[in-house]
Nanobody, 115 residues
Framework: VQLVESGGGLVQPGGSLRLSCAAS????????MNWYRQPPGKERELVAT????????NYADSVKGRFTISRDNAKNTVYLQMNSLKPEDTAVYYC?????????WGQGTLVTVSS
């Protein structure tokens, strides 16, 4: 089981980024997927979740209305579209899947929101 995030970078406040997480080694369409983030010096926190096959989505209050989680089961990929970014969104972003009762994480991708 492997998760590989991409799409992070430096963006100005108010800008947008789309993160991707490519999954392999399991039947992607059968599993809910999650995005977490860990701001500098803080605990990791749940940002968004999407069910299998994708009908149910949930968001942290801090990102509701700004972030959108989606998935493409044909590409084994989950996305996080981030709009109206704020400096407090600066963090390493991770995707996660619970596979056979074990949490599997990607390596993370850094998002920095700064002018």
């Amino acid at each position: 089981v492997q998760l590989v995030e991409s799409g992070g970078g430096l963006v100005q406040p108010g800008g947008s980024l789309r993160l991707s997480c490519a999954a392999s080694g399991f039947t992607f369409s059968s599993y809910g997927m999650n995005w977490y983030r860990q701001p500098p010096g803080k605990e990791r926190e749940l940002v968004a979740t999407i069910s299998s096959p994708g009908g149910s989505k949930n968001y942290a209050d801090s990102v509701k209305g700004r972030f959108t989680i989606s998935r493409d089961n044909a590409k084994n990929t989950v996305y996080l579209q981030m709009n109206s970014l704020k400096p407090e969104d600066t963090a390493v972003y991770y995707c996660q899947v619970i596979f056979r009762f074990v949490a599997v994480w990607g390596q993370g991708t850094l998002v920095t929101v700064s002018s």
